[in-house]
């Protein structure tokens, strides 16, 4: 007992240590620690960041950072949309939510720059608090099952009747893959590892199996190729080696029969096994699946058809192609979280499941995927907007040689595919506070030349 009361005492001195040197130290990671707590402490912890960006402003510290400033820029389409949205009420209430995107940009062009060590430290105390956030709910897992004699306590959220999941469905699933992917990351490539970095990655890699989000994971396993191949210690010395290597392995990896054939039953036949999960709850036995092919090309569903993850998405594209061929919204889109009155009107056209008796249907269900979101609320530019976030994002990672906001940048590209991550408030408070601080950089830095300005 003593032992922990020393060491939680030397963390609480060391962040004060840090907090004198940069007085949004706390503040900030208190943001970052309270995304999966409820709404209301998350905003109380951005309020206190804010604040405390407002009253230690110094002129010396403002500085004009082109990537902070892009998702301002993003915000600011979101205002002008509400002229042109067929759903102006829908389009005022979002802008709250996305505000984030506004304010938190604003606190890091105000605030003086973190250093990469300051910056290190911060994702190392938010990988620490993941981390005990996974072992309460694995603690909570194993409680649960002793209880109630259900296997499903260990596997992804619950659903809208029974709360089962390893996590609560208020958090998702799939939102919580990303908030361990990056505490994952902070273990494995810390440079000089102890066995309990060894023991807490393997807990949270086995942690993000049990979420069960089969992109995120794929998109882990992809990760941990690169580390090993390209950016671990070893991989420096043997380069061209790890190249050939990493290219047979893909060349083997997309060519063997087998998964060849995976692929081809997914597209073609029915099934309710998928690269994502199902979308609605509670489907019964002797349904009819729904195929890729089927969800790209059927004129009309029935009640009876139900579909996977996979196939939801692609039925998604199909529909957002047709609404941008039908409406003129190329460039001005529906305007922000305006398009599910239209989403509602392809499902009554093409008679997709309602629900029923408390289960819900496809009826009101969003895009699953933040580029034909953005691009469908918020037209061409505001998705070629949040293309250029993303670049610079995946650019300043490479440059700066941080795996961990490479992971980052990687881990959003393919989570944007699946999920309208941004128009979620954890989302985009998880997003913009890594987004930002991983690209705000010192400014005795040069990012272009990687190098310090003499």
Excluded at 136 to 158: K, M, P, S
Excluded at 170 to 182: G, K, P, Q, Y
């Amino acid at each position: 007992m003593g032992n922990i009361y020393n060491s939680l005492k030397n963390v609480w001195q060391n962040l004060l240590k840090e907090n004198k040197n940069h007085s949004s130290f706390i503040p900030l990671l208190l943001v970052l620690l309270t995304i999966p707590l409820s709404f209301a402490v998350n905003n109380i912890a951005l309020a206190i960041f804010l604040l405390v960006a407002i009253f230690t402003f110094k002129k010396e510290n403002f500085s004009v950072n082109l990537p902070v400033i892009l998702p301002i820029l993003l915000y600011i389409i979101m205002i002008f949309s509400l002229a042109w949205s067929i759903d102006k009420a829908s389009t005022a209430s979002a802008l709250s939510k996305e505000i984030p995107l506004l304010l938190i940009p604003l606190a890091f062009l105000f605030i003086q720059d973190f250093s990469s060590v300051q910056k290190q430290k911060i994702i190392a105390y938010y990988s620490y608090a993941v981390t005990f956030l996974v072992f309460y709910f694995l603690t909570r897992a194993i409680i649960r099952y002793f209880i109630l004699n259900d296997i499903r306590v260990f596997f992804y959220h619950g659903d809208d009747f029974i709360d089962y999941g390893l996590v609560p469905k208020l958090l998702n699933a799939i939102h919580v893959s990303i908030f361990v992917a990056v505490a994952f990351f902070h273990f494995l490539t810390k440079q000089t590892k102890t066995k309990i970095d060894t023991f807490l990655s393997l807990i949270l890699f086995g942690f993000l199996l049990l979420l069960s989000s089969k992109n995120i994971v794929l998109a882990v396993v992809l990760l941990v190729l690169i580390y090993t191949f390209f950016f671990a210690k070893s991989a420096h010395k043997l380069r061209l080696r790890n190249l050939i290597l990493f290219g047979l392995l893909l060349i083997v990896l997309f060519s063997v029969g087998r998964i060849k054939q995976r692929f081809e039953v997914e597209f073609q036949t029915n099934t309710d096994k998928s690269l994502s999960a199902n979308v609605v709850e509670g489907i019964p036995n002797g349904v009819h699946y729904v195929s890729i092919n089927e969800a790209w090309t059927s004129p009309k569903f029935t009640p009876n058809d139900y579909f996977n993850g996979t196939a939801f998405r692609v039925y998604q594209f199909r529909i957002f192609i047709e609404l941008v061929k039908e409406n003129a919204i190329f460039f001005t889109g529906f305007g922000l979280n305006a398009s599910y009155p239209k989403i509602k009107e392809k499902a009554d056209f093409y008679n997709l499941y309602e629900g029923e008796k408390g289960k819900e249907g496809y009826q009101n269900k969003n895009f699953h995927n933040q580029y034909i979101q953005v691009f469908a609320e918020l037209g061409f530019f505001g998705f070629i907007l949040l293309v250029i976030i993303l670049i610079f994002n995946l650019r300043n990672a490479y440059k700066s040689k941080d795996f961990v906001h490479f992971a980052f940048a990687f881990l959003m590209i393919s989570l944007f595919l699946t999920e309208s991550f941004l128009w979620r408030q954890r989302g985009v408070v998880f997003f913009t506070v890594l987004y930002c601080l991983f690209n705000s950089f010192p400014k005795q830095w040069d990012l272009k030349n990687n190098s310090k300005v003499a």
